[in-house]
């Protein structure tokens, strides 16, 4: 049985034994007394809890296996170009500047976090386990073939990594852990390294720690270096004492200098009806894809929910060059995808979103519907029904990226769509992309309905081909600051 | 004691607002449309019930404290189904600093009819899902036990798809290698 069929029969169980509610009760009076209250009533009423559990233990076993995608449907290389021309072929001694549309040669990764700690053995209770310490690799992107292993200071862990267009910056993202502490949060005190690639020397990588002064308890969402590597941006949510999730505290983006450690420029806002997309998280890894910079260094965009429940997204954005610190009234909107105002449905959904190098598009990693309407616009674009397994299959939705123009907000083109016969879910996360947008690096990750079984690839779009990458770590749930090129 | 066997648990339907009715039956009226799915969800998240029913009472009350201040009565169910997931939160933060301080876990402290007559099996599983950080925690328990689709999940706990997607993910992830660990 997996899983996710326990936690379904455990849910049945559950539901099958809560079946009567006590009586409101609106008088304020201490919760002892409520409890001494209902524990009479249950005493009375205990025999109506002796439900059998038959039903609970009907579950049928479906066995997962994890099936990395070998051929999408779109793989085929149709015009002859061969895979995307990598920047780390050209000869390091040329003077020529590299070509920002090449792809990058080389990727650093986590390599297998662990959020959480394992149990303790059964029938025991006990402090949590730590979860253990990940490592960052360093690696060639088109083969996947590790050339060194960053290890991380002893009693912490790397939780991720955002680079820089040079291909040979970056700024790798780490969290202590403590004894006692069975999982990792977002909120906990971080600590930044800068990495440097040179590949073919000895070493291989140099790790230097730098000093960012990031709120303590911050909540980080994002975190993006700039193209130039001189500049770190964060993204985060200082919690109000006492505040439980969602947040209610503000939300501040940050540019810090990494040469000091100094505050360059910041934005905060606090308005209840805004939130980042993940704002809130209080989880590991960050969504680094959901902040991003243009290739002048000068504009910066992130993702924005731009109305309570989520029901709207927008893509904003800073321009260093224009004065202001308010998140909100000093950033514009881009980009806005929002409910339908005719049918109340939604309209594509982006998993990550962010611009390109040359501002003029956002690429959207999404949930698409089966005939994207290119050159419609946003709000023309509604998604399909939420469920999207076999018995629905007349209007599904497929993981894949899309390329939304600025000017217009209107469907530019579709770079990548996977069509499997029956998905259960599925999810689609940029992990890199040419400043023009012709060459785009994504996860696309979805499982078989009903049998639950998960499969997942990085894709490789140039000039609309289609190939993947051979990666060397699980795929369903890389987001983009577990990888930078 | 309310038999509500045929209203449909913790949707996101809210109930529309009768606005000739006080407050009072306001709040009854969503607490009996609602409250015993998120009794439910509590229970999942706690394991006990004593702990969860008064992690969905006091979310009704604080609701009603708070009713005039609500500037959209449409958001009452959210705001009430956020004040659960933070009592659960609390209760299990509670419950790991006991134990850190060796004090005794309170669930095991409970009264035995406190307890939910389950299986050994679901007592694992569950066990291992509230050792999930909250967001994984709440998306798993949404999307597994209560049956939510993503969409539905994602408004329940006021993120968007692609968090609950991932949140899902990461936690049936751990869960399969802590019960694999734990096995």
Redesign the interface.
Known sequence: MT??D??????R???E??????????R?QP?SR??KA??S???L??RG???P?AA??AVVAVAVTLVAVKSPPHAADKTGAGPAASRSTAPSSTAAPADPEALPGYFVAISDLE??G??P??GQ????KAPRPDSVMVGETLTGKRLATVTPPTGSTFVGVTGAADDRTFVLDSVQIAA?R????ATQQRTWYLLRIRPGATPVATVTRLNFRVPSAADISGVALSPDGTKLAVFYQVARKGD???YSGSFTLGIYSVATGAVLRSWTGANPTHGA???????LPD?NSLLTWASDGQRLAFAD?NS???AG?DLREVDLAVPGDNLFTDSTVIASIAVSATNGR?NI????LGITGDGRSAICGA?LPKSPPVGATLDALTRPA??TGCAAPTDPVYPGFAEISLTGDRLARVLYEFKPACMG?G?ATILWSSPSGDTVLGAV?YTDDPSMAEHGAVVLYHHGTVTTINWPG?V??L?GNEVAF | ?????DVK?LTNEPVPPDAAAGP?DQ??AL??AH??GL??LA??MLGE??AA??AV??A??GL??RWDALNDPE?AL?YVR?SV??GC??VLRQR?RN??FALV?PP?AE?A??R????E??R??????R??????REA??LR????M????A??AM??????V???T??G????????K???
């Open positions: 899983v996710e326990q936690l379904r029969a455990a849910g169980a559950v539901s034994q809560v079946s009567d509610l006590p009586g409101l009760d609106l304020p919760a409520r409890r209902r524990a009533r249950r005493w009423g205990a809890w002796l439900v559990m609970a233990a959020i959480t394992p149990l053995p059964a209770s006990g402090p949590a006692g069975g999982f990792l949060q439980g999730f969602p997309l993940d704002y809130g998280s209080n989880e969504s929910r309570i429940g989520g997204l939604y959904w982006c998993d990550s949930e939420p469920w879910a999810s990750s699980a369903s749930t987001q | 004691m309310a038999r509500l066997r648990p009072a709040v009854t607490y009996q409250a015993l009794l439910r229970v999942i019930r004593q029913e008064d009472q006091d009704f009350l009603f404290r958001r959210a956020s997931f933070n939160r609390t790991a134990r850190q876990d095991d009264p009819d406190a939910l007559l389950l299986g099996e679901h694992a599983v569950l066990a291992a899902l050792r999930l950080p909250d967001r994984q798993v328990a597994y036990c209560l049956d689709s993503v969409d539905d994602a408004r006021g993120v968007t798809e692609g968090t997607k991932s949140a993910s990461r049936i992830a751990a869960l399969t290698r802590m019960l660990g734990d096995s």
